[in-house]
């Protein structure tokens, strides 16, 4: 199986890009029952004078050619790594990732431990708001965790969902939250609803 390994290329240089690398196929070899081989997109000196586009596009070559992807602790963080998530989720690629494996490596130990990430509630609490045009319309994704909620023309209601994703969290929360979504233009809604997320998260976890 060929793994390909999800990395945000944009304001990274290769040598750090090399050493998360490193760690991922030394977790996934220590974890992995099944033969496994690597293969990731390179930051080279053409590739650092392009935009971010053309990076992102690269890695979804990359990753089209490889039988699954993982995603390394922090993915959730990185645009492109989420851009990268829904894509593979929407193409139904395998996924793993490296914060489900049972032991991580301990580079300060030199050892495998217990994965501390296991119990780690902001994997949980991660959310994501997103919009993507194209020519006749447009489609807005609310990831959640490892959840990827879309909102388009053909799937307008995305209320049951959102209920599914955060039992907790009341009717009118939902209705609220997606009203707003329905309205999202300028960079003030973008901060407000993508608030009101991270709120109806936390509280869903700690009710």
């Known amino acids: 199986m060929e793994l390909y390994i999800a990395q945000s290329l944009w304001n990274h240089d290769e040598p750090e890009l090399e050493s998360e690398r490193i760690l991922v196929e030394l977790n996934c070899r220590h974890n992995l029952s099944a033969p496994v081989t690597f293969s990731h997109s390179f930051l080279s000196l053409y590739a650092m004078t392009q935009s971010r ?3 992102l596009g690269r890695c979804l070559q990359d ?3 490889a039988d699954a992807v ?3 602790h922090g993915w959730q963080r990185q645009r492109d790594c989420v851009y990268l998530y829904e894509m593979a989720t929407r193409f139904t690629k395998p996924i793993y990732f490296v914060d489900d494996f049972i032991f991580l490596y ?3 130990t030199q050892q495998f ?3 501390p990430y296991l119990e ?4 949980v609490h991660a959310v994501e708001i997103s919009k993507h045009f194209y020519p006749g319309g447009h489609e ?4 959640i965790g490892y959840q990827v909620i879309s909102q388009n023309a053909d799937h307008p209601d995305i209320r049951p969902e959102m209920q599914r994703a955060l039992p907790k969290a009341t ?3 939902i209705q609220a939250f997606t009203e707003k979504l329905e309205e999202l233009k300028t960079d003030k809604d973008f901060q407000a609803i993508l608030s009101l997320l991270q709120t109806m998260a936390r509280e869903g976890e700690s009710a």
């Open 106 to 108: 301990d580079e300060k």
């Open 140 to 143: 807005t994704n609310v990831m």
């Open 53 to 55: 586009l053309f990076l």
């Open 120 to 123: 780690d509630l902001s994997r």
């Open 171 to 173: 009717k009118q929360e």
């Open 113 to 115: 431990k217990p994965n």
């Open 63 to 65: 990753m089209a050619h």
């Open 70 to 72: 993982i995603f390394n």
